[in-house]
């Protein structure tokens, strides 16, 4: 039995779907009336006679390591679309997530060593109210801050107005730093690193800009309207490019993946399904998903469930290689 509470959310039931559509079962779903994160005996009785527990709910500040907890109390299984710290496969979503893994899969696919990166994340897609609140409590990551062999805060800017190869509109860039791209530069040895999410939206710069004055429920409240607005007759969208500069034998090299996706919470969905998957044929036990899960297998099995496939290109994209 997989037990997924929150399976009725927007990352739950895209993990639903992707779980049904790999054959993985039998599952028991935890919608808000099945079972409540908040309350330990509540959560014993769905976890119980569950080989895999799978926390799709939120806020993730709000459930903590609860779920964890019922599952280790319960002898299964467990995999968080949150990083958590504790027992099981966390972080397993779009950040942290595919964006480790991504790059992880290109540095193992083109390099023997990698000495440079950057990496522009752009979602235009809905803020649900659970992401909203996530987004805002987000303390993992220090804005302008880079990698040079090592964390240096304040050594990037932000950018308004740019033109990237892979996107159709100009866009802010706020560089940041966080936990996810700290382990990552110092797995794969990065003298540089600068991570970039790219907004296109004004309405949800503005949002972010004005959350710092705003008390938490309202600023949730503007991030959720500024996303629709943005959203309004546009389809939604998730591109993750990544850059990586390095060697390959003796000759130096540049790669750039790129990796397109419908949308967060069905990109964040289909990761916790697979993690899930992993989980239950032992191929994975515990960590961080990016480091636990392997590249190659995973998003190779991303692409054949029609979620994305990426793509990778010599050198740096053009605009006729990268336009949306």
């Known amino acids: ?11 739950g039931s895209h ?19 099945d079972v409540d994160h908040r ?8 976890a119980a006679g569950c080989r895999v527990l799978v926390n799709c709910s939120g806020p993730a500040h709000a459930v903590g390591d609860r779920v964890a907890r019922a599952a280790l109390r319960a002898g299964a299984g467990y995999v968080d ?15 942290p997530g595919l964006t480790g893994l991504l790059p992880r899969w290109l540095a193992r696919r083109e390099f023997d060593a990698v000495h440079g990166l950057v990496a522009h994340l752009a979602v235009l897609d809905r803020f649900t109210a659970t992401a909203a609140a996530d987004y805002l409590h987000a303390s993992d990551s220090e804005p302008l801050a880079a990698w040079r062999e090592g964390k240096v805060s304040g050594v990037l800017t932000r950018r308004t107005g740019v033109a ?29 690193g600068d991570w970039y999410t790219a907004v296109s939206g004004e309405h949800v710069r503005t949002a972010f800009d004005r959350a710092r004055t705003l008390d938490h429920a309202d600023a949730v409240a503007a991030l959720v309207r500024a996303s629709a607005l943005d959203l309004a007759g546009r389809e939604p969208h998730v591109v993750l490019a990544v850059r990586l500069d390095g060697v390959s034998g003796s000759e130096p090299i540049t790669r750039t993946a790129v990796l397109r996706g419908r949308g967060n919470g069905e990109l964040t969905g289909a990761l916790t399904a697979l993690a899930v998957l992993a989980v ?12 636990v899960l392997d590249p190659e297998v995973t998003l190779a099995r991303l692409a054949e469930c029609g979620i994305a496939s ?5 050198g740096e994209l053009s605009v006729e290689e990268g336009a949306l």
């Not at 509109?169 to 003298?191: F, I, M, N, S």
């Open 1 to 11: 039995m997989i037990g997924v509470v929150g399976a009725t959310g927007e990352v």
């Open 15 to 33: 993990a639903v779907r992707v779980l049904r559509d790999l054959d993985v079962g039998p599952l028991r779903l935890g919608g808000s009336r």
């Open 39 to 46: 309350d330990d005996g509540s959560l014993d009785r769905f």
């Open 81 to 95: 679309a949150s990083e958590v710290d504790g027992p099981g496969v966390t972080g397993a979503g779009l950040r």
């Open 164 to 192: 990237l190869p892979f996107l159709a509109d100009e866009v802010t860039l706020l560089p940041h730093l966080g936990r996810e791209e700290e382990r990552l530069a110092a797995a794969l040895k990065l003298a540089r």
């Open 280 to 291: 239950d044929r032992g191929e994975a036990l515990s960590g961080f998903a990016a480091e």
């Open 310 to 314: 990426p793509f990778v290109v010599e």
